[in-house]
Protein backbone atom coordinates (compact mmCIF):
# COMPACT_ATOMS: atom_id res chain seq x y z
CA UNK A 1 0.00 0.00 0.00
CA UNK A 2 1.20 3.55 -0.67
CA UNK A 3 1.69 5.69 1.86
CA UNK A 4 0.02 8.39 0.45
CA UNK A 5 -3.04 8.07 -2.03
CA UNK A 6 -4.95 10.64 -3.60
CA UNK A 7 -8.26 10.59 -5.95
CA UNK A 8 -7.15 9.23 -9.29
CA UNK A 9 -8.17 12.10 -11.39
CA UNK A 10 -8.85 14.14 -13.68
CA UNK A 11 -11.69 16.20 -12.25
CA UNK A 12 -13.26 18.17 -14.66
CA UNK A 13 -15.44 20.52 -14.03
CA UNK A 14 -17.35 24.03 -14.34
CA UNK A 15 -16.71 27.23 -13.55
CA UNK A 16 -18.55 28.23 -9.87
CA UNK A 17 -18.48 24.43 -9.03
CA UNK A 18 -17.55 22.73 -5.82
CA UNK A 19 -15.12 20.22 -5.80
CA UNK A 20 -13.77 18.14 -3.24
CA UNK A 21 -10.36 16.13 -3.07
CA UNK A 22 -9.54 13.46 -0.55
CA UNK A 23 -5.85 11.92 0.61
CA UNK A 24 -5.37 9.10 2.78
CA UNK A 25 -2.49 8.00 4.44
CA UNK A 26 -0.89 4.98 6.12
CA UNK A 27 1.47 6.12 8.96
CA UNK A 28 -0.89 6.94 11.94
CA UNK A 29 2.16 8.95 13.70
CA UNK A 30 1.73 11.61 11.11
CA UNK A 31 2.61 15.20 12.61
CA UNK A 32 1.59 17.51 9.87
CA UNK A 33 -0.78 17.70 6.62
CA UNK A 34 -0.70 19.85 3.63
CA UNK A 35 -2.11 20.80 0.56
CA UNK A 36 0.39 22.11 -2.25
CA UNK A 37 -0.52 23.48 -5.80
CA UNK A 38 1.24 22.52 -9.08
CA UNK A 39 0.90 24.36 -12.56
CA UNK A 40 2.00 22.61 -15.47
CA UNK A 41 5.63 22.54 -15.63
CA UNK A 42 6.14 24.27 -12.68
CA UNK A 43 7.37 23.99 -8.96
CA UNK A 44 4.47 23.11 -6.66
CA UNK A 45 3.46 25.77 -3.90
CA UNK A 46 2.15 25.11 -0.61
CA UNK A 47 -1.83 25.97 -0.57
CA UNK A 48 -2.18 25.42 2.95
CA UNK A 49 -1.39 23.82 6.10
CA UNK A 50 -4.45 21.49 7.54
CA UNK A 51 -4.86 21.92 10.74
CA UNK A 52 -7.25 19.31 13.57
CA UNK A 53 -9.74 22.08 13.70
CA UNK A 54 -9.98 22.56 9.97
CA UNK A 55 -9.25 25.62 8.59
CA UNK A 56 -10.83 27.84 5.69
CA UNK A 57 -8.57 30.35 3.71
CA UNK A 58 -11.31 32.04 0.58
CA UNK A 59 -12.93 29.38 -1.21
CA UNK A 60 -10.63 26.82 0.37
CA UNK A 61 -11.12 24.34 2.99
CA UNK A 62 -9.17 21.94 4.47
CA UNK A 63 -9.85 19.07 6.53
CA UNK A 64 -8.16 16.52 8.70
CA UNK A 65 -9.75 13.43 9.89
CA UNK A 66 -7.05 11.56 12.19
CA UNK A 67 -8.77 8.69 13.13
CA UNK A 68 -9.66 7.83 9.83
CA UNK A 69 -6.09 8.61 8.28
CA UNK A 70 -7.98 11.51 5.75
CA UNK A 71 -7.42 14.74 4.05
CA UNK A 72 -9.86 16.46 2.23
CA UNK A 73 -9.41 19.68 0.44
CA UNK A 74 -12.89 21.90 -0.75
CA UNK A 75 -13.00 24.23 -3.43
CA UNK A 76 -15.98 26.23 -3.31
CA UNK A 77 -16.68 28.56 -6.73
CA UNK A 78 -14.16 26.80 -8.94
CA UNK A 79 -12.53 29.71 -11.27
CA UNK A 80 -10.53 28.73 -14.31
CA UNK A 81 -7.16 29.27 -12.46
CA UNK A 82 -7.94 26.84 -10.16
CA UNK A 83 -7.08 24.71 -12.92
CA UNK A 84 -3.68 22.50 -11.51
CA UNK A 85 -2.42 19.46 -10.32
CA UNK A 86 -3.37 19.48 -6.12
CA UNK A 87 -0.92 17.23 -3.50
CA UNK A 88 -1.50 15.80 -0.88
CA UNK A 89 1.95 15.81 1.06
CA UNK A 90 2.19 14.51 4.67
CA UNK A 91 4.75 14.74 7.33
CA UNK A 92 5.60 11.63 9.14
CA UNK A 93 7.81 13.21 11.85
CA UNK A 94 8.62 16.77 12.07
CA UNK A 95 12.30 17.33 10.94
CA UNK A 96 12.16 14.55 9.03
CA UNK A 97 11.01 14.60 4.99
CA UNK A 98 7.75 14.56 3.52
CA UNK A 99 6.02 12.17 1.45
CA UNK A 100 4.04 13.08 -1.39
CA UNK A 101 0.77 12.08 -2.90
CA UNK A 102 1.04 11.53 -6.88
CA UNK A 103 -1.59 14.57 -7.33
CA UNK A 104 -5.07 14.92 -8.61
CA UNK A 105 -5.56 16.76 -11.10
CA UNK A 106 -8.42 19.97 -12.16
CA UNK A 107 -9.46 21.54 -15.22
CA UNK A 108 -11.68 24.11 -14.64
CA UNK A 109 -14.11 24.62 -17.77
CA UNK A 110 -15.95 27.87 -19.00
CA UNK B 1 13.65 38.88 -0.98
CA UNK B 2 14.08 35.19 0.43
CA UNK B 3 13.80 31.88 -1.50
CA UNK B 4 15.49 29.18 -3.53
CA UNK B 5 17.02 29.08 -6.72
CA UNK B 6 17.98 26.31 -8.90
CA UNK B 7 19.95 26.47 -11.76
CA UNK B 8 20.00 25.98 -15.38
CA UNK B 9 16.71 26.00 -15.90
CA UNK B 10 16.91 23.70 -18.29
CA UNK B 11 19.98 21.22 -19.21
CA UNK B 12 21.00 18.63 -21.48
CA UNK B 13 23.68 15.85 -20.84
CA UNK B 14 25.00 13.35 -22.88
CA UNK B 15 24.87 9.79 -22.64
CA UNK B 16 28.26 8.96 -19.82
CA UNK B 17 28.24 12.52 -18.59
CA UNK B 18 28.13 13.52 -15.26
CA UNK B 19 26.48 17.15 -14.60
CA UNK B 20 25.96 18.97 -12.11
CA UNK B 21 22.41 20.65 -10.87
CA UNK B 22 22.86 23.86 -8.72
CA UNK B 23 20.42 25.06 -5.59
CA UNK B 24 20.86 27.72 -3.06
CA UNK B 25 18.84 29.45 -0.29
CA UNK B 26 19.04 32.07 1.54
CA UNK B 27 15.61 31.80 3.92
CA UNK B 28 18.22 30.19 6.44
CA UNK B 29 16.48 27.19 6.52
CA UNK B 30 18.54 23.77 7.59
CA UNK B 31 17.00 21.35 5.53
CA UNK B 32 17.52 20.49 2.27
CA UNK B 33 15.97 18.19 -0.29
CA UNK B 34 16.34 17.01 -3.61
CA UNK B 35 13.68 15.30 -5.64
CA UNK B 36 13.00 14.05 -9.00
CA UNK B 37 9.24 14.48 -10.75
CA UNK B 38 8.71 12.39 -13.87
CA UNK B 39 5.52 13.07 -16.34
CA UNK B 40 2.07 12.70 -14.78
CA UNK B 41 3.96 11.49 -11.49
CA UNK B 42 4.45 11.98 -7.70
CA UNK B 43 7.72 13.55 -6.51
CA UNK B 44 10.55 10.92 -5.35
CA UNK B 45 12.99 12.05 -2.98
CA UNK B 46 16.67 11.32 -3.90
CA UNK B 47 18.63 12.89 -0.81
CA UNK B 48 18.12 15.37 1.83
CA UNK B 49 20.55 17.07 4.10
CA UNK B 50 18.82 17.80 7.46
CA UNK B 51 22.41 19.89 8.64
CA UNK B 52 25.90 21.21 7.29
CA UNK B 53 28.42 18.29 6.44
CA UNK B 54 25.56 15.51 6.77
CA UNK B 55 23.32 14.20 4.29
CA UNK B 56 21.24 11.02 3.92
CA UNK B 57 19.85 9.06 1.08
CA UNK B 58 16.55 9.12 -0.35
CA UNK B 59 14.18 6.41 -1.89
CA UNK B 60 16.05 6.60 -5.36
CA UNK B 61 19.55 7.86 -4.58
CA UNK B 62 21.53 5.32 -6.78
CA UNK B 63 23.24 7.40 -9.67
CA UNK B 64 23.07 10.62 -7.25
CA UNK B 65 25.70 12.40 -5.69
CA UNK B 66 24.95 15.62 -3.32
CA UNK B 67 27.43 17.63 -1.30
CA UNK B 68 26.33 20.34 1.90
CA UNK B 69 29.55 21.93 2.33
CA UNK B 70 27.74 25.04 2.86
CA UNK B 71 23.80 25.90 4.80
CA UNK B 72 22.73 27.72 1.78
CA UNK B 73 24.03 25.47 -1.34
CA UNK B 74 22.90 21.56 -1.87
CA UNK B 75 24.03 20.59 -5.75
CA UNK B 76 22.81 17.56 -6.46
CA UNK B 77 24.98 15.58 -9.43
CA UNK B 78 23.36 13.39 -11.76
CA UNK B 79 26.32 10.64 -12.74
CA UNK B 80 26.61 8.34 -15.57
CA UNK B 81 25.45 5.52 -13.10
CA UNK B 82 22.04 6.76 -13.43
CA UNK B 83 20.31 5.00 -16.66
CA UNK B 84 17.29 6.93 -16.94
CA UNK B 85 17.57 10.50 -15.77
CA UNK B 86 16.02 12.52 -17.90
CA UNK B 87 12.99 14.35 -15.61
CA UNK B 88 11.91 17.24 -13.48
CA UNK B 89 14.68 17.78 -10.18
CA UNK B 90 12.89 19.96 -7.73
CA UNK B 91 15.07 21.11 -5.04
CA UNK B 92 13.37 22.26 -1.65
CA UNK B 93 14.30 23.79 1.78
CA UNK B 94 12.45 23.92 5.18
CA UNK B 95 12.73 25.14 8.73
CA UNK B 96 14.02 22.17 10.27
CA UNK B 97 11.96 20.65 12.98
CA UNK B 98 8.82 22.72 13.00
CA UNK B 99 6.53 20.53 10.50
CA UNK B 100 6.49 23.79 8.20
CA UNK B 101 5.73 23.31 4.58
CA UNK B 102 8.79 23.44 1.83
CA UNK B 103 9.54 25.94 -0.04
CA UNK B 104 10.61 24.84 -3.59
CA UNK B 105 12.95 26.32 -6.28
CA UNK B 106 11.11 26.18 -9.77
CA UNK B 107 13.08 23.48 -11.10
CA UNK B 108 15.40 21.73 -13.14
CA UNK B 109 14.58 20.29 -16.75
CA UNK B 110 17.39 17.43 -17.51
CA UNK B 111 16.85 15.91 -20.78
CA UNK B 112 19.30 13.34 -22.06
CA UNK B 113 20.55 13.28 -25.51
Known amino acids: RKEVEQDPGPFNVPEGATVAFNCTYS??????FFWYRQDCRKEPKLLMS???SGNEDGRFTAQLNRASQYISLLIRDSKLSDSATYLC???????????FGPGTRLSVLP | DGGITQSPKYLFRKEGQNVTLSCEQN?????MYWYRQDPGQGLRLIYY???????QKGDIAEGYSVSREKKESFPLTVTSAQKNPTAFYLC????????????FGSGTRLTVV
Open chain 2, 92 to 103: ASSIEGQGNGYT
Open chain 1, 27 to 32: NSASQS
Open chain 1, 50 to 52: VYS
Open chain 1, 89 to 99: VVNEYYGQNFV
Open chain 2, 27 to 31: LNHDA
Open chain 2, 49 to 55: SQIVNDF
